[in-house]
Structure formats: C-alpha cells, structure tokens
C-alpha cells in the first residue's frame, strides 16, 4: 500500500539523503557529479529541507507498507492551480508503481482543497522516464515553457524543434 504522511522530524535524515540523491540525479542529466559536488548538495539539503516547509509547500513522505521509499513536495502558486514541485523514489524502488500512486494521492490532496481545478508539474525533457510517466498519468496539457539561457558553457546537447523554433535540452 502507498500513502503519503505529512513529513515530519522523524524522517530528517533519511529526508535530507534523498534530497541530495535527488539533486544530483537532476545534475547528472548534463555533467558529470563530483565527490566533492555530492558531499556539498548534501550540506545544502538541510536548506532546502527547510525551504520546503515554509509558505505554501506541502512536503509529504512516501511510504510504502509503512516504510519511507521516498518524497512529494506540492505547492499552491495560486487560487485554482497546485503544483507538484517535486518527486523522488528511492532507486532500488523505482519500477513499482509508487510514483504513480503517490501521484495518485497527490491529486486525492487537490481535489480536496476548495477551489482547485488543475494539478501542474515540470519535468526536465532528459529524464525521458519522468516524462513517459507523467504522460501515461494524463499530464498532457501544455500550460508553460521554461526556457533556460546558459551564461557558461551549454551542456545541454539534445536538440528540439517546437512550433518552428529549435531548442536544446
């Protein structure tokens, strides 16, 4: 069984884990990781687990048969629309279908709350994964493009045309 419990102390450390494993992941997609790079993303995972609790993120903690796989982080930008800012499952689950449950009970959440029409994501175009899931799962509307101008060096290689237009991710 899948469920999601509002995060609390008790799952700090492995919390703080996965969000480092869950940042680098996202770092790899373009470049190689450090060890030095990994020991910082940890240090700064204190931060950002900090940041995720304040304002309007909802941290929750994935379990599965009551036993922490992972995190979903949503946030309510506006009066209509929620967002699911972030997702990890721990790599040796992946596969299971906890994400698409968990995904599930995110959208159970939103319906719940008065006035929400709509549940958003982004999903970087590399994590060919992600973006099949998130597909599969009915997130199929086009709402917003992020676009990205590098101010070093561009590792992003992977070409793209869109509406005429030629992209890189």
């Not at 609390?8 to 884990?17: G, R, Y």
């Not at 992946?94 to 968990?102: L, Y």
């Not at 709350?113 to 549940?119: C, D, N, R, T």
């Not at 597909?135 to 070093?152: A, C, N, P, Q, Y």
């Amino acid at each position: 069984m899948i469920r999601l419990l509002k995060y609390s102390e008790d799952f700090e450390a492995e919390t703080l884990c996965r969000i480092a494993e869950f940042f680098g992941f996202h770092q790899a997609l373009v470049k190689e990781i450090t060890e030095e790079a990994k020991t910082k993303a940890l240090s700064e995972a204190a931060d950002t687990l900090q940041d995720w609790q304040h304002g309007d993120n909802e941290l929750y903690v994935i379990l599965q048969n009551d036993v922490s796989v992972g995190f979903l982080r949503m946030n309510y930008r506006g009066p209509i629309v929620a967002w699911i800012e972030d997702i990890f499952v721990d790599e040796d689950r992946r596969g299971q279908g906890i994400a698409t449950k968990a995904i599930s009970a995110a959208e159970d959440i939103v319906r719940g709350k008065i006035g929400y029409e709509a549940l958003c994501l982004d999903v970087v175009p590399r994590n060919a994964a992600a973006l099949k899931l998130y597909h599969k799962l009915g997130f199929t509307d086009l709402s917003m493009i992020t676009l990205r101008k590098e101010l070093k060096e561009s590792k992003r290689d992977c070409p793209l045309e869109l509406l005429g237009l030629k992209f890189k991710y």
